[in-house]
């Protein structure tokens, strides 16, 4: 067990590393964040002032070591625009990026379960061609395009919803339905697929024979199988989620992580940038590793050694 | 035509039938655009073992599954009727009649694997037994199947058991419901022969303690000599011949039962060449007219061309579906 | 006896960690072939009769030299038979396995798949059609065969494919791992009369590897049995199969299902009575559960199963022990006889 | 699989028959989405930039505009129709581009992975976890901001969305196909492993990558219309049909037909490509679909 943990825990932990070179060296080597920062007219010394006080007249490797360091301390550094702590500009900003993320893996989950297994089950009749026509349409439409097309519907000619901010219910409506009908629509698409996988397989067969009902046999075999792939797949999607959701949350003026990103490139803001990066990577590699253990907890079969890449 | 429902039992030489526990007339499945079993009529007495054998594609197993009610989509059945001890069973694909079990040929992909196998049979109890009945009635059975432990077995995964110890907790599982008759497809193709020998004997002696009969379907002709009373040999979908197994051994009538027994390599009498049927099983679209082993066989008469012989069981030997018998 | 054997092996030794294992544990390791040595002559056939687990293909992927052992080796008319090593040695030992789908390429066509052994070895196009017509002769194909993708054709006709290719390169020695196990009786027997035909026909020398011994009886001439990765008992097929003397290979032969009905349910009744052995499952993989296990590499591995074993024989492992002119068991009770 | 469901499973395949009208008439507007972008020069009836300030904002034909501007123009006056037809082109350009490096990149870490193991593969797969982790959105953003962009620079990014996903089917289905007889077979005849690889396992596993690559595709438009929509993508005047979509945002109320048209172009695109990619994947490899994460966006 434990070493399981360790191997599982030392890949992630590495992948973290490696996300935070990426984006250090990425984002260093992209040109001088100063001038971008500072009025193109500054003087010399202003710039070099600046300079030293960021540490960006350091070697390379130092800069790298001490931003690993700095990181290691939990320091992610201060934002260049207002000088307030990174971390805390994003932790700040999370809740509201959470409570969409929550409330659209929710509803992708309610919708897409039930619509899935329904199409499985009905393999070729009408519902079926129903519901997997609708996956496929919120599988193809562009979140942004769909955000745009509901700002037109309902807030602007019927005007029943705000078109854009935070707080209440009616805000949230717009902006789960655009991020989560993808999200569904693609669940749906899979929990079609690994339910029919399953429904093909001997054992279901044989509980057939055993004369037990088609719903005793949907909840005991099929769903208990089916929900294997089906795990997996939700701990890949929440990367895309996260992709998606920065459209959202700039379609509709969100201000969760999303937005900042979008907000802090736009000004260049190299320390709340690389920083909403690290966030993100951190929540996916632990998503992954949930996954990975939820797998243990649910398949007996469990293979350890990177089963999971040998798809 | 003479009707072969009639000729189908009692067979002139079989221990005498007097109320089949199971019996099937005129069932076929339709796959595709042919018939994968054509008109078969079958019926089985309590206790009795027959063995059901033919060469992959015959449609052995497709028979089974028709009478489970569990053929795969795509596939139709019908049949002229299907009497289980004596009650006609107004029968549905999806609704397995109460009375059969099944034993499948893959006995670990048969079950779930992600459920251990005390629950798996433990499900297959009747439904109105306690729940602390339930996982005790399991675990005699877990026994009653010659497995060590049932407490332990009963929480096993699959994936623990071996095969020969998977194809054990399907027998007890087939057993939990109490069958009259025991479906079994080829239980021991995929098993090594030490624990075939073993599955076999453990299935006669469940026969024995449970008096139902045994539907035994299977390639392998030495496992039809060793635990057979009567034997149907398919061909294309049709019984070509039935008898008891002494009489199919000593005096097959069949061409094609000829060549079958002929084909099996004898540990005791080692031949420098084997006896082997030219050609091979046609394609279900591709079967020719007549009679479907014709292409094949060393007897043919320019009848043989022309119309399909029926099962015919008048004869003193069994009965054989062929112009030209030995 | 004098005549150098065309190859041989000895002591070779192959480990695997188990595949599956638990969420939290490594499988331990399995040692899959444990010393196994054989020599076969020139124009012999050796049969390799084994169950499930036994190591059997392990030992025929060493002896095609496909897969590396840990330790041993294997020569082929006393040179080391191993990679890398010239084409043309190579050539020398080729190999048709049991699934006969899974061996040809899917998406070539059969005739490509003949050709390719020829075009790896540098044979010109010209030369080559000549030998592929003179394969499909041999193996009793059509040439309209040839344009055919393995999946339209019939498991029998595969089966032939893969023999017509493994000759492609005039081997000395072909092993054949379970060639005839996935057919059906009439058609094993025509393939398993076309590999005795080829034998004499090429001169060719065989190492068959089957689980069943009514094949192997047919075909062989000398026989091994391997039990968990160790030849238990050896010799020539009508002396091992008529006088067994490992208690091993008796339950294999009386585990045989019967060639004719009988005194019915012998076969099944003899094991049970049978006083030298357990009635437990004697598949290998029964020895991973736990409370069966024998304590690892003590003892004999049969032990377990065995109703005569004594304390010597789950104290110390058998060597193999010559019985008669090539007649060889390795079991502690033969030995005392 | 024992014969039954073997036969189960050729019932349940689809039988050969032809593609089902839909999808033909989404092979159809492909083919015309194409025909269109390449043809932009000859069918733009305006060119794409050019601005005509006294027809500025007019509506669609149909929706009370003159059949000069078919649908409609922005606020420079410049005509949509023909911003379309060249806005496609670039869209087309970056996706088709993007997806070809993406493929070549991801198929050849997986063979390579699968054929050096060890450090090799431990890298590639470090690699392929790190992609998982840094969304290529968030990642692209951050790139496009810092280091400026070019057209070479944007179909690299968009690119690297979904190289993990063939170098992960790669190297699972390289390492699969080593394990097969028919691998094996030619190792005993002694073929060179270039051979092996090439000549034997590459067919068997390129219908599997094209489908993936296929099922690809739209994340890979749409990607690129999410960075042009935010004004990272394409920089002005050239145009694509996300940066319109972009632009168009502004004046949903006064001028719809400004973001609704290219966004309609795109979804369309995409709908069609998923629709022809879906039934590829049920053609040649009906398995496909049960990989964790294929067939996504």
Redesign the interface.
């Known amino acids: 067990m434990l070493r399981f943990l360790l191997v599982r825990l030392l890949r992630a932990l590495l992948t973290v590393l490696g996300c935070a070179t990426l984006a250090f060296f990425v984002l260093r080597l992209s040109g001088d964040p100063l001038v971008a920062l500072l009025p193109t007219d500054s003087p010399a010394e202003l710039l070099e002032r600046y300079r030293v006080l960021w540490g960006l007249d350091r070697p390379l490797p130092e800069q790298y070591l001490r931003y690993l360091l700095a990181l290691a301390r939990g320091d992610f550094g201060r934002s260049l625009v207002d000088g307030r702590d990174a971390l805390g500009l994003v932790i700040e900003r999370a809740g509201a990026t959470l409570q969409l993320g929550g409330t659209v893996f929710a509803l992708a989950i309610l919708i897409g379960v039930p619509a899935g297994t329904v199409a499985a089950l009905r393999r070729g009749r009408p519902s079926d061609y129903l519901t997997m026509s609708a996956a496929i349409f919120g599988y193809a439409m562009p979140n942004f395009f769909l955000g745009l097309l509901l700002i037109l519907l309902f807030a602007m000619q019927l005007r029943l919803l705000p078109s854009s901010g935070y707080g209440t219910p009616a805000h949230l409506v717009m902006p789960a339905i655009t991020l989560g009908t993808a999200v569904a629509a693609k669940l749906a698409r899979f929990v079609r697929t690994s339910v029919l996988d399953v429904l093909g397989q001997p054992y279901v067969r044989t509980a057939h024979g055993k004369r037990l009902g088609s719903l005793a046999v949907i909840v005991r075999h099929v769903f208990p199988n089916a929900a294997i792939p089906v795990i997996t797949f939700l701990g890949f999607e929440l990367g895309l989620m996260i992709g998606g959701a920065v459209v959202t949350e700039n379609v509709f003026g969100w201000p969760g992580i999303g937005q900042l990103l979008v907000v802090s490139v736009a000004r260049r803001d190299l320390a709340v940038v690389q920083t909403v990066v690290m966030v993100i990577a951190v929540s996916v590699v632990s998503a992954n590793l949930a996954v990975d253990l939820a797998y243990g907890w649910i398949d007996p079969r469990v293979r350890v050694a990177g089963g999971r890449h040998a798809g | 035509m003479p009707d072969a429902a009639p000729a189908a039992f009692p067979a002139p030489a079989a221990p005498a039938v007097v109320s089949p526990v199971l019996a099937v007339r005129d069932l076929s499945v339709a796959v595709g655009e042919g018939l994968a079993v054509d008109g078969l009529d079958l019926s089985l007495a309590a206790g009795e073992t027959h063995c059901l054998v033919g060469e992959s594609g015959c449609g052995k197993s497709l028979t089974c599954l028709a009478l489970m009610g569990l053929l795969p989509a795509g596939a139709r059945c019908r049949s002229a009727g299907l009497t289980i001890d004596g009650r006609d069973w107004a029968y549905r694909q999806g609704r397995p009649p109460p009375g059969l079990a099944m034993i499948y040929q893959d006995a670990t992909a048969s079950l779930d694997p992600v459920m251990t196998v005390g629950r798996q049979i433990a499900e297959a109890l009747p439904p109105d037994l306690p729940a602390r009945a339930r996982r005790r009635e399991a675990e005699a059975l877990i026994a009653q199947v010659g497995l060590s432990n049932p407490r332990a077995r009963f929480g096993a995964y699959p994936h623990e058991l071996s095969g020969g110890m998977n194809q054990r907790i399907a027998i007890a599982m087939a057993l939990a419901g109490r069958p009259r008759v025991l479906l079994a497809d080829e239980p021991t193709t995929a098993l090594d022969v030490t624990v075939q020998a073993q599955i076999l004997d453990l299935l006669l002696a469940v026969q024995n303690s449970t008096g139902a009969a045994l539907l035994f379907v299977t390639h392998d002709l030495g496992v039809v000599a060793q635990i057979a009373d009567r034997v149907s040999v398919m061909y294309c979908g049709s019984i070509v011949e039935r008898a008891p197994v002494a009489t199919l051994f000593a005096a097959p009538r069949h061409p094609y039962t000829r060549g079958l027994i002929d084909s099996l390599p004898q540990i005791s009498r080692p031949a420098a060449r084997l006896a082997s049927i030219p050609g091979r099983v046609p394609a279900i679209g591709a079967r020719p007219p007549g009679c479907r082993f014709r292409p094949r066989c060393d007897r043919a008469l320019a009848r043989c061309g022309r119309e399909a012989p029926v099962l015919d069981g008048t004869g003193p030997r069994g009965a054989v579906a062929c112009f030209n018998p030995t | 006896m004098q005549q150098q054997p065309l190859i041989s092996a000895s002591g070779l030794v192959r480990s695997y960690r188990a595949s599956r294992a638990g969420l939290l544990r490594r499988g331990p390791e399995v040692r899959a072939v444990d010393g196994v040595s054989f020599a076969i002559r020139a124009g012999e056939a050796f049969g390799l009769v084994g169950e499930s687990g036994s190591g059997k293909t392990t030992v025929g992927r060493m002896v095609s030299a496909t897969l590396r052992p840990d330790a041993g080796t294997v020569a082929l008319l006393g040179e080391p038979f191993a990679e890398p090593m010239p084409l043309a040695r190579r050539a020398k030992v080729q190999a048709v396995f049991q699934d006969s789908l899974g061996a040809l390429n899917p998406r070539l066509r059969i005739g490509r798949q003949l050709e390719e052994p020829l075009i790896v070895h540098g044979i010109g196009a010209a030369e080559r059609r000549v030998r592929i017509d003179g394969l499909l002769a041999d193996v009793g194909l059509p040439r309209s065969l040839l344009l055919r993708y393995p999946g339209e054709v019939s498991g029998g006709q595969r089966q032939r494919v893969l023999l017509a290719r493994a000759l492609a390169l005039r081997p000395d020695l072909l092993v054949c791992d379970e060639p005839v196990s996935a057919l059906d009786v009439s058609v094993q027997a025509q393939v398993v009369n076309l590999l005795a035909d080829l034998k004499t026909r090429h001169a060719l020398t065989l190492l068959f590897i089957s689980h069943d011994l009514r094949v192997v009886r047919h075909l062989c001439d000398r026989v091994a049995v391997l039990f968990a990765g160790r030849i238990v008992e050896s010799g020539a097929v009508a002396e091992v199969i008529g006088s067994p003397a490992h208690p091993y290979t008796r339950a294999l032969i009386r585990a045989l299902p019967a060639d004719r009905p009988g005194p019915r349910r012998t076969a099944a009744r003899a094991i049970a009575a049978a006083p030298d052995l357990a009635t437990q499952d004697l598949a290998t993989q029964d020895l991973a559960i736990p409370d069966r296990a024998t304590p690892d590499g003590a003892g004999c591995a049969f032990a377990a199963r065995c109703a005569a074993a004594t304390p010597t024989c789950r104290r110390s492992a058998p060597v193999l022990r010559s019985l008669s002119a090539g007649h060889e068991a390795a079991c502690h009770l033969v030995a005392a006889r | ?5 073997r ?3 050729r ?2 395949l689809p039988a050969r028959r032809p593609a089902p009208l839909v999808v033909l008439s989404a092979a159809l507007f492909l083919g015309l989405v194409l025909l269109a972008a390449a043809g932009a020069d000859l069918l733009a009836p305006h060119g794409f930039a050019e601005q005509h300030l006294d027809a500025r904002l007019q509506p669609p034909w149909l929706a009370g505009g003159t059949t000069d501007y078919l649908l409609g123009t922005d606020t420079l006056g410049r005509d949509i129709l023909s911003r379309i037809l060249f806005g496609a082109r670039t869209s087309i350009l970056v996706a088709v581009g993007g997806t070809g490096f993406g493929f070549l990149l991801g198929t050849s870490l997986g063979f390579a992975a699968a054929h050096w193991r060890g450090w090799c593969e431990e890298a590639v ?6 992609q ?8 692209a ?3 496009l ?4 962009n070019s057209l070479p620079l944007l179909i690299l990014l968009v690119g690297l969305d979904g190289w993990e996903r063939y170098a ?2 790669t ?2 289905m390289v ?2 196909a080593r394990e ?3 691998v ?9 492993a270039w ?1 092996i690889h090439l000549l ?1 396992i590459l ?2 596993i390129a219908g599997a990558l094209i489908v993936q690559a296929t099922l690809n595709f ?1 994340h890979t438009i ?1 990607l690129e ?2 960075l042009s ?2 004004g ?1 993508g394409v920089q002005p005047p050239a145009t694509s049909l ?1 940066q319109m ?2 632009l ?2 502004a004046y ?2 006064n001028a ?1 037909w400004i ?2 048209f290219p ?1 309609s172009v ?2 369309l695109t ?2 069609s ?3 022809v990619g ?1 039934w590829l994947r049920d053609r040649l490899d009906p398995t496909l ?5 294929a ?3």
């Open positions: 699989m024992p014969a039954d469901l036969l189960a499973a019932l349940a797969m470090m690699l392929v976890d790190m998982a982790a840094l969304p290529t959105l968030v990642l953003l951050a790139v901001a810092f280091l400026g992960r089917l190297r699972g390492l699969s097969s007889g028919y094996l077979s030619m190792r005993i005849v002694g073929a060179p051979r034997h067919p068997n739209p749409l219309a999410a929509f935010f990272l996300g979509l972009g168009g945002r949903l109320i719809w973001a609704v966004g795109i979804f995409t709908l490509m998923c629709l879906d679909a049960r990989e964790p994460g067939g996504r966006p």
